[in-house]
């Protein structure tokens, strides 16, 4: 299987990004740590504050998959709940 980039958007409601940001943090240091995990950096947008976007590249699709099964994952997601004004958007993608 070829590697995949995936990219995730977290939108905090107004005032929680800080939150959003303490919540993630711990996520980040294990993610790189998976063994199928090339990239895992989440960037703030500069244009909304109040966004992050992941930039990730995972080994596979299945990988990836793997990875929102880990407790940590597990762990941020349910943290992240009440903070966020949306669902997050996870894209898959694959260079064309």
Partial sequence: MSTIDV???VKAKPGKVEEVIAAITPCVALSREEEANHAYTPHRDLD?????VFIERWASRDAFNA???TEHFKTMADKLGDLLAQPIAIHLLKPI
């Fill in 7 to 9: 990219v995730a958007i």
């Fill in 48 to 52: 909304d504050p109040e966004t992050i």
């Fill in 67 to 69: 990875h929102l099964e």
